[in-house]
């Protein structure tokens, strides 16, 4: 029999682990010594959470920039919406544009004001100011939205301490097949492709209590498992197969995508405890964790409760 060498034996996470030069955050976590700190880490969180206005991926970007930027835009918003120039000799930021290559962007500290302009307002003075917030669409449009990876819900009622999960299909055939609508008829009426189910997710039945928001917070923890690939991939192009990683690493990215998600939303959940206990504990974190992967599991679940996404495809 073929002895494997050490490489062809390696699991999902391992192959990922050694394509990190492909990448680009991943590739800086690991250089970045601030980052590799979980004190710099937790650092790196609070901001991205507070920079709610930037996707976080693009939120990191400034970060790693300027730590100490509050407010950013580009040149022409500056003037068009607080009639604002920027300074002479400022330096740019660089964040990614969507449907674009990069943008350049500038503090407000890199302005200054023109004589007829206004005083900024508190958005500007003051973007990191405390918010409370509430789950309004969110939550439904994230459930909506879940079908077109396959993913079936089902509610049961479960004690205080209880969590929601996520499973993969597997050994059984279901003849239900998920209904997500692709687009609308000339008379408004919707149009849905039928896609197969491939994961189970658990959420908290109807019960006394917040329970919305405690049901998006375990919807989105439980997203981060799977677009952070532990349970592996159908596609490798729609997120990675990272399958084979501990519980902790596992359990502390879907807590820091669920930290970034909810607290955006001005919602505080558990997951500040858990990362704040585990910094307490750990000096350093592990290798294996996956900041890129972070970063882009969050933008997208922050896509998925904003409105209907498109069918993925193939």
Known sequence: MKQLSPFEAEDPSSKWDKESSKHALDELFKATFAYRKSEGFYKLMK???KFHFYSPYNAFLIHTQRPGATYVAPSYRWLKDFNYRVKPNANPLVILQPMGPVMFVFDVSDTEPLPDAKPLPIAVTNPFKVRKGMVNKELEYAIENSKRDGIKMYYQKTGSQAAGSIRKVVG?????QL???????????PIYELLPVSYEMCLKEDSEGDFRTENYATLVHELAHLYCGHLGTPNK?????RSGLSITVEEFEAESVSYLVCNRLGINTPAE???SGYIKKEEKLSTSISLECI???AGLIERMGRGRLKVRKK
Do not use: A, G, I, N
């Open 172 to 176: 059984k055939t279901f003849s239900e």
């Open 237 to 241: 192009k729609w997120w990675p197969d």
């Open 273 to 275: 405890e858990y990362l």
């Open 179 to 189: 209904r997500f609508q692709v687009s609308k008829k000339k008379d408004k009426s």
């Open 295 to 297: 970063m882009k599991s």
């Open 47 to 49: 901001f991205v959470t």
